[in-house]
C-alpha cells in the first residue's frame, strides 16, 4: 500500500521511549496514542520483537490503512477507534489482558494523508469540502464554524488557535463574503483569505490561509481542550518506571505540554494559599528531555512536515494528583 506520511524524530523516539527492560512485563505494552498511517508503530514493532502496541485514532478511515499496514504483526498490534481522553479517563484494561502500558506516545500532528487524500478540506490546495473533522459524524464542521460564528467569534478563533496576526480583517472578508451564499469549499475560502490581506503578505514564507486552515482544524477537533486532562490520565495510567513522550507541532500545544511535565517534574506544585501540602510533596517524573528534541537539518530537508516538531520525554515515578494539571494552560 502507498503510505502519505512520514513519522516525525522516529530514531529519536526509538531509542527515548525504548522498552528499556522485559522486567516491566514479559511483553512490554505500548500505546500508540495518535496511530494515524501507523509509521511510529510499525518501526517499533520492527525494532523490538517482544513489544505489543494499542493504536489509537478517532479516524476510522485513517485506522483501516493502518490496520491493513500492521497485519503482519499479528496479535502484537491492537486497535482503538476513538478519542484518546476517552481511551484514558476510562482505561480498558482488558483489552491488553489487564495490563498498564510502559510507554505511551502522543504525535500531535496531523496526517499527511488528511491533508492529501482525506477530502475533507484540511488542505486548500484542492477544492474540497470543507470539514476538517477526524471523525466525520462528530461535532460542527469547518464550513459550520466559518458559516455560522460572528465576526468578532471568529476573529477570536483565527487569532487564538492559529496566532494569525491579520485575524479581524480576515474575519470581516468571510463574514461579507457569506452574505452571498454559504462557504462550502476549502478553495472558496483559501481565496476569500488570499484577497482579504495585502499585496505584501500573500508571498511571505507561508500562504496566507495557512494559519486559519489550522485554527479552524484545532477548533473542529478540540485539539487543545482535550490535551490536558488526556496527558493527565495517560500518565496515571502508565506502569511506574514506564516512559511518556509528545511530539508537538506549534507553541500552544508544546506549551501545555511543557508545563504539564514541569508540575510533573516538581517536588510539591500546592499553590501559596495550601497550608498543608495536598499534592504529595514529591516530584511524580523524572524529565528525560530537559529542553524540547528537535528535528535535525536532515530531516528536516527530507521530510518539511517535520520542521517545527518538538519532542519532549517523562518517566514515571509515582501518580500524579489533580494538582498537577494547575497552571496548564486551560485549567
Known amino acids: 500500500m502507498e503510505i502519505a506520511h512520514t513519522p516525525v524524530l522516529l530514531n529519536e523516539c526509538l531509542e527515548l521511549l525504548s522498552p528499556e527492560s522485559e522486567s516491566y512485563a514479559e511483553n512490554p505494552l505500548m500505546i ?3 496511530l494515524g498511517e501507523g509509521g511510529h508503530s510499525f518501526h517499533f514493532l520492527s ?4 513489544l505489543n502496541i494499542i493504536g489509537l485514532d478517532a479516524d476510522c478511515v485513517i485506522q483501516a490503512r493502518a490496520r491493513e499496514r500492521l497485519a503482519p504483526f499479528g496479535r502484537r498490534m491492537m486497535f482503538y477507534n476513538g478519542w484518546f481522553q476517552d481511551f484514558y479517563a476510562a482505561y480498558p484494561a482488558e483489552i491488553a489482558g489487564g495490563r498498564h502500558p510502559d510507554i505511551i506516545l502522543f504525535d500531535l500532528g496531523i496526517s499527511v494523508f488528511h491533508y492529501e487524500k482525506s477530502g ?3 488542505s486548500f ?7 476538517m473533522r477526524l471523525d466525520s459524524a462528530d461535532g460542527k464542521s469547518a464550513a459550520d464554524l466559518v458559516n455560522g460564528l460572528d465576526e ?3 476573529a477570536n478563533l483565527i487569532y ?5 496576526k491579520l485575524s479581524r480583517r480576515i474575519a470581516r472578508a468571510i463574514v461579507q463574503a ?4 454559504r462557504i462550502e469549499s476549502s478553495k472558496a475560502l483559501a481565496q476569500i483569505i488570499w484577497d482579504a490581506v495585502p499585496a505584501d503578505y500573500r508571498h511571505g514564507g507561508i500562504h496566507p490561509a495557512t494559519r486559519t486552515f489550522q485554527a479552524l482544524r484545532i477548533a473542529v477537533n478540540g485539539e487543545l481542550e482535550r490535551l490536558p486532562q488526556a496527558l493527565h490520565n495517560a500518565f496515571n ?4 518506571g514506564g516512559k511518556m513522550g509528545v511530539i508537538t507541532f506549534h507553541s500552544l500545544e508544546d506549551r501545555i505540554v511543557k508545563n504539564y511535565f514541569r508540575n510533573l517534574g516538581r517536588e510539591c506544585v500546592c499553590p501559596p494559599e495550601v497550608a498543608v501540602c495536598r499534592c504529595g510533596g514529591k516530584k511524580c517524573a523524572e524529565i528525560v528531555t530537559r529542553k524540547p528534541v528537535c528535528p535535525t537539518e536532515k530531516e528536516v530537508s527530507e521530510n518539511s512536515p517535520s520542521r517545527s516538531a518538538k519532542l519532549r520525554v517523562v518517566r514515571k515515578i509515582s501518580p500524579a494528583s489533580d494538582y498537577r494539571l494547575e497552571g496548564v494552560v486551560g485549567y
Open 178 to 181: 457569506r452574505a452571498g451564499g
Open 160 to 164: 487564538l488557535y492559529g496566532e494569525e
Open 152 to 154: 468578532r467569534g471568529l
Open 32 to 34: 500508540d496514542s495518535t
Open 237 to 240: 495510567v502508565l506502569n511506574a
Open 47 to 50: 525494532k523490538y520483537p517482544a
Open 120 to 122: 475533507r478540506g484540511f
Open 125 to 131: 490546495r484542492n477544492d474540497e469540502r470543507l470539514d
